[in-house]
Structure formats: C-alpha cells, structure tokens
Nanobody, 114 residues
C-alpha cells in the first residue's frame, strides 16, 4: 500500500486549499481513509475520516470548514479546506486502514499566514 499526499502550500487566512491523497495497492473503497495533521511543537491529531463514500467524521475545530471526500474509481481521497486559519498550519498526512494496519503517506505542508 502506498499513499501520496499533495496540494499543500501557503495560503492567506480565510483562503482555501484542497489536499489530495492518491492510494495504491490494497486500499479500496471499503477502507477507512483519514487525514491527520501535526502542527509545529504539537502532537499529531486527527482531522477527518471517511468510511465508504459518505460516512464522515471531523474533529470539532474543522467542522463546517473542511470536507473529506473520496473518488473510489480513482482511489483518491480529498480534503477541501475552506476558511483557513493560522492555527490550521501543519503538515497534513493521509492514512489508510487495511487489515488491521495503518498506512501513512509522506505529508504535505499547509501554511496559513498573511
């Protein structure tokens, strides 16, 4: 299983970014896909996950601003991030769960700053 995250960058507060995660190998539509993030000096935290196509969960701080989705035909998972805040600055990681094992992508840096 390989996961490749992309889409990070520098954005002003209030702006938007869409992160993408390309999954290959044994990950398919039945697997839970998640986004986590690690802000500078803080532990990694859960951001959102998606089960099948429409069962989603979010950490409280991103509800109403972030949307996780997936394209099962392309084996892609997305994180649409709107109304970004400086506290959203972090390295974002995608994670796939398959047969009891967590698989992690390499991370993509999101910086929210004016």
């Amino acid at each position: 299983v390989q996961l490749q995250a992309s889409g990070g960058g520098l954005v002003q507060p209030g702006g938007s970014l869409r992160l993408s995660c390309a999954a290959s190998g044994r990950i398919d539509r039945h697997n839970v896909m998640s986004w986590y993030r690690r802000a500078p000096g803080k532990p990694r935290e859960f951001v959102a996950n998606i089960v099948e196509s429409d069962n989603t969960h979010y950490t409280e701080s991103v509800k109403g601003r972030f949307t996780i989705s997936r394209d099962n035909a392309k084996n892609m998972v997305y994180l649409q991030m709107n109304s970004l805040k400086p506290e959203d600055t972090a390295v974002y990681y995608c994670k796939g769960f398959h047969s009891g094992i967590d698989y992690w992508g390499q991370g993509t840096l999101v910086t929210v700053s004016s």
